[in-house]
C-alpha cells in the first residue's frame, strides 16, 4: 500500500510520495511527501512540502497537534506561531522542540519545507536535551541549537530554485551535520515500544526495552524531551485525535466515543487529557475549522501510511 502512487527520484536520493490534497472551497493545500534517503533511515518522519494558496480567506489560522521536533521553511508569508508561552513571528525558518500542546499558528500564501525530527535525528543532529527545547517554537537562524541549518534557508526559501535541488540541498546538509550517537539502541528501543502502543505502565516500558526505569527515563528526558508516563500518554491521546480528524470529513462523522482509544478509562479521563494537550475540550475543537490540517492529515495518512509525526515507526522499513 505504500508504494501506490509513488514516483522515484534518482536511486541515492531521496523518494518522492506525491498526493496534491484539496481542501475547501476558499483555499488549496498541496502536500508532498518524500522518503529521506536511507542512511537516514529512523532519523526523520520525512521531508515534506506545502504548498498553500490561503484564497479568498487572505490568511488561514489552524492549530497543530503535539509533535516531535519540526524545521519548517517558508516562501512567501512567513507563520506567526505560538506554542505555550512560546511564540515567533515574521521568521522564514522556523524550529521546534518536541511538544505535548498545540501550536496555533496564522499563515498566508506560502510555500513550506518541513523537516520532521524523530528521537535518533534528534540524537544525531541536535546538542541539546529535548526536554530544555519542548513547547519551545523560534527562529531557527537566531537559536544556538538550530542555526546550523540556516544555511538551507537560501535555497528553501526561494521559490525559484526546482524542488529537486532542494531536496538535494536537505540530503547534503543532513549528511554533513549528522553524528553518530552511542545511545542509539536504546532510543530505536524506546522509540519502538512507544509507537506499538501496547504499554500503558512505566515499568511495563521499561522492561520491554530492557533497561531500568532510571535509565528510560534518562533517555526521555535526553532525546524524546518528555517523560516515559507522558509520552505514552501523548501517543495515546494522539491515535484518538487522528482518528477523530481522519473520519470528521465523511459521512456522518464521527463522535469523540467513537476515536477514544480503548485505553481511556471513560469519557471523562479522556476529555481532561484532550484538554491538557490541546488547552481546550475536545467539543471546542471539534467546533473549530481545520483549513490546513484536516486536508495534510488525510493526505498524510492516504500517502505516508500515519496521520502524524507521533505515530510514525522508528524506521521505514520496519512497516513491512
Known sequence: MRNAGIANGPADGPKRENLSARYGADHTVRSQFYTPPPQFDGCFTSFYH???DAGTRGTLQDYLQPEWGNLRFFAGSCPSAEIGVSRVSGARFTATGPSALPCRFE???A??????????????LIAADASALANTI??????PAFAKFNGLSPVLCDPEVPIEEQLAAIAATMEHLMQPNRDEPKIQRIHTALVSGQHIAVAELADACNMSIRTLERMCHRYFGFTPKLLMRRQRFMRSLTSYMLHSGQKGGARWTEAMDGDYHDQAQFTREFTQFMTMTPSKYAGLDHPILASFMEARARVWGSAAQTLDRPARGSEG
Open 107 to 109: 499563515l498566508g500564501n
Open 111 to 124: 510555500r513550506m519545507w518541513g523537516i520532521g525530527l524523530l528521537p535518533l535525528g534528534w540524537a544525531r
Open 50 to 52: 506545502v504548498d498553500l
Open 138 to 143: 523560534c527562529d531557527g537562524a537566531a537559536h
